[in-house]
């Protein structure tokens, strides 16, 4: 069967390609940025990747009309974009009334619970999301899901900074908030088996875990499957605003994301009903199970997806190829050269910098920079690496982007997503047998060649302690 899979460079969009593939179905992934899209060696020749933008009509051509069924998994819950509700539906009319004039026979949307009457604006999105949707000539069914679990999510992140680093919480009351946590293996289930199944067509579901579990709760539950010992104290002083901040500096999410979380955390996001489980036989598991089977992805080293590499996470708003010509004109840089005598095991360490691994000199440096990023709504430093061995165009790295990651030819190139007062490139390449680490500096005005000439002492300190390490040099 031919099916059109949207977002698929997001969360749930990597996950569910490859259980497409080993169905038997022929996927064509519609992205906007070919650039970000790595596909797995396994799904090369089995896969077709078209690039379109369903906020412009007429890039739609290069997905074919041939298509049975379409995957609608477009999301813009941490846009920065003011009019992030507009842009939703936008590109839902636009994606309605291109799929009205192909051949496909159904629909699925994978939307949020909305049973409560006070939605936060992004549920309130979601839910216009669906009647657009509903109203095309195609059969659309909507899977509606509430706190994903999963390696890699970004519900699961946030419990795991939570756990992981503060043994007493003095937490906002939203804790007591009740959920129905579902395991993303579960949703890749759903997302499959409801794949033109005629019981579901202009149908919505609620999809969700056995139990319903205070947040308090999981991040317990949380805590007993990793063997911690926490205590955890709401308090009703903290404002919304507060507590947004309070979720900022405690985890690796965005300010962005973390308003809208908490606008999220203040209602209910329960089940009406699970029939849908009933329906195609699906028995999804508990709450505990799904955070165990998270964590063997992750000491396996097999995260899949991560929501840290969604482009929402960092300063970039375009596509990664506005930013991979390096520029010249206009900037201060920073080169340094070294002879290499073993190049491969350079290039490994190149291709393991960041995350658990640090920056190989002054670790301390890089991490004051990260928390003083923080401080002026940066990303800081905590949103690590999705993999402990492997880059790829558009991952995250710390508070860098990866623009380029070539490894066949030896090139990295990260660029900033930090606060700055300018733009910032870090470029690393092997010729021959020598290696070339350049830092690259645009300046916007007075302020930016201020900042370049006040760090200019540690960059000197930081670049050359950092490519000395790098060759294995004292």
């Not at 009509?57 to 041939?66: C, F, G, Q, V, Y």
């Not at 923080?374 to 492997?390: E, I, N, P, Q």
Request: glycine share 6%.
């Amino acid at each position: 069967m031919k099916l059109l899979l949207t977002g698929a460079t997001g969360y749930i969009g990597k996950r569910l390609l490859p259980v497409l593939v080993e169905s038997g179905h022929e996927v064509i992934c519609s992205v906007r940025d070919r650039n970000r899209f790595n596909l797995d060696p396994s799904l090369q020749g089995r896969v077709e990747v078209t690039e379109a933008d369903f906020l412009d009509p007429n890039s739609l051509s290069a997905i074919p009309k041939d298509i049975e069924a379409a995957y609608y998994l477009i999301h813009s819950m941490s846009s920065r974009s003011g009019n992030f509700l507009d842009l939703e539906q936008t590109a839902a009319l636009n994606f309605r009334d291109y799929i009205n004039s192909t051949k496909a026979k159904h629909v699925i949307y994978l939307s949020g619970i909305i049973n409560d009457k006070n939605l936060s604006k992004h549920l309130e999105s979601r839910k216009q999301v669906e009647k657009i949707l509903a109203g095309g000539t195609v059969p659309a069914t909507t899977l509606r899901a509430g706190i994903i679990i999963g390696s890699g999510s970004a519900s699961f992140e946030i419990i795991r900074d939570l756990v992981e680093k503060l043994p007493v919480m003095i937490a906002p009351r939203w804790l007591k908030t009740r959920s129905q946590p579902v395991a993303v293996r579960d949703v890749l289930k759903f997302l499959e088996k409801t794949l033109l199944d005629e019981r579901t067509y202009h149908s919505n579901y609620d999809i969700g875990g056995p139990e319903v579990l205070t947040y308090k709760e999981m991040l317990e539950q949380y805590a007993e499957v990793r063997g911690l010992r926490r205590l955890i104290i709401p308090v009703p002083v903290l404002s919304p605003r507060l507590s947004s901040y309070w979720l900022y500096f405690m985890t690796s999410t965005t300010y962005s994301l973390a308003i809208k979380l908490v606008e999220s955390m203040k209602v209910d996001v329960t089940c009406r009903n699970n029939d849908l489980a009933d329906i195609l036989d699906i028995k999804p598991i508990a709450y505990k199970k799904a955070v165990s089977l998270a964590f063997k992805k992750i000491d396996q080293n097999a995260i899949i997806s991560s929501w840290k590499d969604s482009l929402i996470s960092g300063r970039i708003t375009t596509r990664l190829s506005e930013h991979i010509q390096v520029p010249v004109e206009g900037c201060f840089k920073d080169r340094k050269e070294r002879h290499l005598d073993e190049p491969g095991e350079v290039l490994s360490r190149i291709w393991s910098i960041g995350g658990d691994t640090g920056w190989y000199y002054a670790d301390w440096l890089w991490h004051f920079r990260g928390f003083f990023d923080k401080l002026f709504g940066g990303v800081g430093l905590r949103r690590g690496r999705t993999s402990v061995d492997d880059i790829n165009s558009g991952d995250t790295l710390d508070f860098w982007r990866v623009l380029l990651a070539d490894k066949e030819n030896r090139r990295l190139l990260l660029y900033a997503e930090m606060k700055l007062p300018g733009e910032a490139w870090l470029e690393f390449r092997i010729i021959d047998n020598k290696l070339i680490q350049e830092a690259t500096f645009r300046p916007r005005g007075v302020w930016g060649r201020a900042y370049w000439y006040l760090v200019q002492p540690f960059h000197y300190f930081v670049f050359n302690g950092m490519i000395n390490r790098l060759v294995k040099q004292k």
